[in-house]
Nanobody
Framework: EVKLMQSGGGSVQAGGSLSVSCTAS????????MGWVRQAPGKEREGVAV???????SYAPSVKARFTISRDNAENTLYLQMNGLKSEDTAMYYC??????????????????WGQGTQVSVSS
């Protein structure tokens, strides 16, 4: 079974940068869709970014042009680089992975495998 272990995150002032990473074990995720979701206190979980096995990425409008999702298939690791952080980016960030079927990634909320979560806090 695939297990996802997250690292990174932390606290930063608005306008700063942080990164989070997610390393998979228990299987080869190079052909998987992988992504990031976040959940702020009192809010529903929100999809942040998804990256397909071929590197094609998509982003939520709220983070586009500020966040970059990437992956290193040789290391089974997923990354999220966050620049220009805003207070509204404060949330617990979770990585997720799922098999890719027919060249399409499923909806993030339907992914099978999840990391433990990493806190990102942005002060204004």
């Amino acid at each position: 079974e695939v297990k996802l272990m997250q690292s990174g995150g932390g606290s930063v002032q608005a306008g700063g940068s942080l990164s989070v990473s997610c390393t998979a074990s228990g299987g080869d995720t190079s052909n998987y869709c992988m992504g990031w979701v976040r959940q702020a206190p009192g809010k529903e979980r929100e999809g942040v970014a998804v990256i397909a096995s071929d590197g094609f990425a998509s982003y939520a409008p709220s983070v586009k042009a500020r966040f970059t999702i990437s992956r290193d298939n040789a290391e089974n690791t997923l990354y999220l680089q966050m620049n220009g952080l805003k207070s509204e980016d404060t949330a617990m960030y979770y990585c997720a992975a799922n098999g890719m079927y027919g060249g399409i990634c499923p909806t993030l909320s339907d992914f099978d495998y999840w990391g433990q979560g990493t806190q990102v806090s942005v002060s204004s």
